[in-house]
């Protein structure tokens, strides 16, 4: 239960530093290029990773919810995917899914990335916070 609480301490530390990006046409949105390495000293805690088949605790677990999140609206958008890699395995069940497993975006800094790049006319602007501890990304 330790590595939930975590989490929403990581989720507001990541959010942070992507509340209020602008992607420019032709410009390339890279999660791990914004957000960077999670560190203690960044103030980020263990939570929750899903690494190579089995979750366990890592500094910055749990931060993919956000990548997950601006991934389900990229693939919903005239935006273009340029990497994306989905989790290794699904620790949760099928019961009450809202989202069909694979449509994730797993990242892990200097390994694996989410990125998207912009190749529309117009900019977009990506507002991401937790009010009451919900995430919240548009």
């Known amino acids: 239960m330790q590595l939930q609480i975590n989490k929403v301490t990581n989720l507001k530390i990541a959010a942070k530093q992507i509340n209020g990006v602008l992607i420019q046409p032709g410009e390339t949105f890279s999660f791990?290029?914004?957000?960077?390495?999670?560190?203690q000293k960044k103030g980020y805690l263990p939570g929750m990773e899903l690494s190579f088949g089995e979750a366990r605790?890592?500094?910055?677990?749990?931060?993919?919810?956000?990548?997950n999140l601006i991934h389900w609206l990229v693939i919903?958008?005239?935006l273009t995917v340029t990497?994306?890699?989905?989790h290794?395995?699904?620790?949760?069940?099928?019961d009450g899914r809202v989202l069909p497993f694979g449509s994730?975006?797993?990242v892990f800094y200097n390994y694996r990335?989410?990125?998207?790049?912009?190749?529309?006319?117009?900019?977009?602007?990506?507002?991401?916070?937790l009010p009451k501890?919900?995430?919240k990304v548009n």
């Open 32 to 39: 791990c290029r914004l957000v960077g390495q999670p560190t």
């Open 113 to 129: 990335d989410y990125q998207f790049t912009n190749n529309t006319p117009i900019r977009f602007r990506l507002i991401s916070g």
């Open 76 to 78: 919903h958008s005239p």
């Open 83 to 86: 990497e994306r890699y989905h």
């Open 104 to 106: 994730g975006a797993t």
């Open 57 to 67: 605790a890592g500094i910055g677990g749990g931060i993919c919810q956000i990548s």
């Open 88 to 94: 290794s395995f699904d620790p949760f069940p099928d």
């Open 133 to 135: 501890n919900v995430l």
